[in-house]
């Protein structure tokens, strides 16, 4: 009752805190005023292209509000799944190279667009980007498989590999953008600011079909939780489901990380809260991932985006956030292991 309880609670907060953080930003729409706009877009009598308070919210907050929550509840289901897979409490969405992948495609696009070369309109920012999530992905897969079994060490060591070559190659990029350099850099810090209604839908139209199948697998995560050897011992094919699991948040995140750009620690820091508050079952932790990296995406975006003098990329502060935290996991998981635990 008390993970039904929190789950309840979250998903209301998340709702209460989407209506409330679209009445704040730098032009002050009154919330009764923004309600009127809300029942006027549903009875479809609103007509943003002659009303700017309308326009402000339906075609600025309200996209950049629901890309935020769908990102922030893809990066920390799929590292709750990440760190049950890999038996590692530091592991998220970035342990395989794919934010490195994603922040290669765009420095990509953006040095192609740099140098003159003309690309199919197809061939955008978020598309090289999720290209290159992707292709981080298969190349750490093959690393790490060799005609063994997956493993969750070999797959670490085989995302470290890739993502030190990928930040090299990054490196070279922003060598080549010349002046240009800021556009890279500013993408690798993350932003919702440019985000469009249809890349909101991209990412709606991934997050219901991903969450749900990852929802599917939650007890045989629970058995891996306990170890490998039990899992084989009770017939579950750890490396088959290792394999689905992994694809799915990964190909998730790739098109999360495609629209927003690179955003860490949300994977980290969500799952080891709720592991607190709700215990590791992680038929729970699934569901309450993803409002709980909603709600905290949300609020940093809110707060670069409302509160602060100028605008900060989030990715900074999800970092100012995350890298403490980082650091008392790792000192905590030390004194784990020397404990004998």
């Known amino acids: 009752m008390r993970q039904f309880g929190l789950a309840v609670f979250l ?26 706009i809300f029942f006027s877009v549903l009875s479809g009598t609103s007509d943003t292209a002659h009303n700017a308070s309308a326009a402000i919210i339906m075609d600025i907050r309200i996209p950049r509000i629901i890309g935020a929550a769908l990102v922030g509840g893809a990066l920390a289901v799929s590292g709750t799944v990440f760190q049950a897979l890999l038996l590692n409490p ?37 598309v090289l980007a999720f290209l290159g999530a992707v292709g981080s992905l298969f190349t750490v897969m093959a690393l790490a498989s060799g005609g063994q079994r997956l493993s969750s060490t070999s797959l670490i060591l085989s995302g470290v590999i890739v993502s030190a070559i990928l930040s090299a190659a990054i490196g070279f990029m922003k060598f080549l953008a010349d002046e ?137 502060i999800t970092a100012l956030i995350g890298g403490p935290f980082f650091c008392f996991i790792f000192k905590r998981r030390q004194a784990q292991m020397q404990g004998g635990f």
């Open 90 to 126: 530091l592991a998220d969405p970035y342990t395989l190279g794919i934010s490195s992948g994603a922040a290669f495609g765009a420095s990509l696009a953006i040095v192609i667009a740099v140098l003159g070369i003309a690309l199919p309109k197809f061939l955008s920012i978020p």
């Open 11 to 36: 998903y209301a907060l998340l709702a209460g805190f989407v209506v409330f953080s679209a009445g704040l930003g730098y032009v002050h729409i009154p919330f009764q005023e923004m309600w009127q």
């Open 180 to 316: 240009q350099v800021g556009a890279i850099i500013f993408w690798l810090m993350g932003s919702f600011s440019a985000i469009s209604w249809d890349q909101v839908l991209l990412v709606a139209a991934a997050s219901a079909p991903c969450l749900v199948v990852i929802q599917l697998y939650a007890r045989e995560l629970n058995v891996v939780a306990t170890g490998e050897k039990t899992a084989r011992s009770l017939g579950i094919d750890t490396a088959r489901l290792r394999l689905l699991l992994l694809t799915i948040c990964s190909f998730w995140t790739a098109i999360a990380v495609s629209v927003s750009g690179i955003i860490g620690f949300v994977g980290l820091i969500v799952p080891h809260l709720l592991r607190h508050w709700a215990g590791p079952d992680n038929s729970w932790l699934i569901i309450l991932s993803f409002p709980a990296g909603a709600l905290l995406l949300l609020a940093a975006d809110t707060l670069t985006r409302a509160v602060l003098p100028s605008e900060v990329p989030i990715g900074v």
